[in-house]
């Protein structure tokens, strides 16, 4: 059973960083693509970024610059470095995976597997 727990999140300013964490568990994770969607409230979901099991990174363009995503194969373990954030960046932020993604990374239905998500709101 493909577990995906996602840490992190909180109220932050403007201005400010954060960095998620996603955990998985449950089998191995080799060859699998994680990533990162969010969705705010009344909006579709949408991708993030996505980071392949050699470490290739895909952003969606309009997140390009102040989101990094990074994973530590070792622990199962992806993150989302969020900097700079904005009011615009509140939104529940979910962790996905799946081991065939292929070049549709930013698709949520290429991904089987979810976190619970972990809410972040940017307000001063």
């Known amino acids: 059973q493909v577990q995906l727990v996602e840490s992190g999140g909180g109220l932050v300013q403007p201005g400010g960083s954060l960095r998620l964490s996603c955990t998985a568990s449950?089998?191995?994770?080799?060859?699998?693509?994680m990533a990162w969607f969010r969705q705010a409230p009344g909006k579709e979901r949408e991708c993030v970024a996505a980071?392949?099991?050699?470490?290739?990174?895909y952003y969606t363009d309009s997140m390009k610059g102040r989101f990094t995503i990074s994973r530590d194969n070792a622990k199962n373990t992806v993150y989302l470095q969020i900097d700079s954030l904005k009011p615009e960046d509140t939104a529940t932020y979910y962790c996905?995976?799946?081991?065939?993604?292929?070049?549709?990374?930013?698709?949520?239905?290429?991904?089987?597997?979810w976190g619970q998500g972990t809410q972040v709101t940017v307000s001063s």
């Open positions: 996905a995976a799946d081991r065939l993604v292929g070049s549709s990374w930013y698709a949520p239905f290429r991904y089987n597997y």
């Open positions: 449950g089998r191995t994770f080799s060859g699998w693509t």
């Open positions: 980071i392949t099991w050699s470490d290739g990174t």
